[in-house]
Nanobody, 126 residues
Framework: QVQLVESGGGLVQAGGSLKLSCIAS????????MGWFRQAPGKEREFVTA????????YYADSVKGRFTISRDSAKKTVYLQMNSLKPEDTAVYYC???????????????????WGQGTQVTVSS
């Protein structure tokens, strides 16, 4: 079983920053592409960003480009989401996801991922 454990969420004022972490309980972490999704109350879960096995390729939703950065550390089996210039519209539960299926434009779809974390709440006040 692959388990993903997320942390780093919290309450922050608009314009502030947060860094989320997701630790994967899988030995071959470098073989997995990783992604972040988010879900606001009453809304569907939406794609935020994804990163390939080596960290050389990434995708970002238009709404977070220039503000959010995804990265990974194979030694720590961890993927990060650095969030800067946060807006109230960023308020949501953020979910980490993993897949061994490859890395292409399908990474923007929820169906591409095999494993999901429990989610961590991010609240941005105005």
């Amino acid at each position: 079983q692959v388990q993903l454990v997320e942390s780093g969420g919290g309450l922050v004022q608009a314009g502030g920053s947060l860094k989320l972490s997701c630790i994967a309980s899988v030995f071959t972490f470098s073989s997995y592409a990783m992604g972040w999704f988010r879900q606001a109350p009453g809304k569907e879960r939406e794609f935020v960003t994804a990163i390939n096995w080596s960290g050389s390729s990434t995708y970002y939703a238009d709404s977070v480009k220039g503000r959010f950065t995804i990265s990974r550390d194979s030694a720590k089996k961890t993927v990060y989401l650095q969030m800067n210039s946060l807006k109230p519209e960023d308020t949501a539960v953020y979910y980490c996801a993993a897949t061994s299926k490859g890395f292409d434009s399908r990474m923007r779809l929820r169906s591409a991922y095999d494993y999901w974390g429990q989610g961590t709440q991010v609240t941005v006040s105005s």
